[in-house]
């Protein structure tokens, strides 16, 4: 399992960018991918790099194609080998 720390952020355009992430937000519903937001970026869970990678780029374009003309994505990935590692487990071994 992948857990990835996303961030997509038009640059140039409204002070506020709520509703670009929005759009992000969308394209992960529509893509079914889990993901859980807080005040600075979206983690997300996918299966493996590849399906990571496209949901990462249609996020991306999703920015793009609403009007931004230039775009800083920021992706950090936790790509775990040794044991199943999901969102939920994360967060459960800090308790």
Do not use: C, W
């Amino acid at each position: 399992m992948i857990i990835a720390q996303l961030s997509i952020a038009p640059v140039g355009k409204e002070v506020s960018v709520s509703k670009y992430v929005k759009l992000v937000l969308e394209t992960l519903k529509k893509e079914q991918v889990k993901f859980e937001i807080n005040a600075m970026s979206t983690v997300i869970e996918t299966a493996d790099l590849n399906a990571l990678f496209d949901v990462v780029e249609k996020a991306h374009n999703a920015v793009l194609a609403a009007g931004a003309e230039r775009v800083i994505t920021e992706l950090k990935i936790d790509d775990r080998r040794d044991k199943d590692a999901t969102i939920t487990s994360k967060l459960n071994a800090l308790k």
